[in-house]
Nanobody
Framework: QVQLVESEGGLVQPGGSLRLSCAASGSILIIRINAMGWYRQAPGKERELVATITVGGMTKYADSVKGRFTISRDNAKNTVYLQMNSLKPEDTAVYYC??????????????WGQGTLVTVSS
């Protein structure tokens, strides 16, 4: 009943920037999104947490992206963003949006986006 729609990724040269967005929508009432985050899975690697943000604005980042990536959210739009700067080839991965959603009448749900490919290469 809840879908996370991600923006398109793409091909970016090293040192470039890209902004991803993820919007929650569905056929049921979304009361609150307690937390949203971004995960990624690179070729040959396990899925890893990139960044998270709570409804109160508290953020956490993986060590590999600190200082380069910024996560933010628009609570009114149920949307989370990931601003990626100074991109490196090792950032190449499929990026997935995740959200813990409180709904009516179904209560708490864990939702995932479809994944979008970000390729960093010259």
């Amino acid at each position: 009943q809840v879908q996370l729609v991600e923006s398109e990724g793409g091909l970016v040269q090293p040192g470039g920037s890209l902004r991803l967005s993820c919007a929650a929508s569905g056929s049921i009432l979304i009361i609150r999104i307690n937390a949203m985050g971004w995960y990624r899975q690179a070729p040959g690697k396990e899925r890893e947490l990139v960044a998270t943000i709570t409804v109160g604005g508290m953020t956490k980042y993986a060590d590999s992206v600190k200082g380069r990536f910024t996560i933010s959210r628009d609570n009114a739009k149920n949307t989370v963003y990931l601003q990626m700067n100074s991109l490196k080839p090792e950032d190449t991965a499929v990026y997935y949006c995740n959200a813990r959603v409180v709904t009516s009448p179904y209560g708490s749900l864990d939702a995932w986006g479809q994944g979008t490919l970000v390729t960093v290469s010259s």
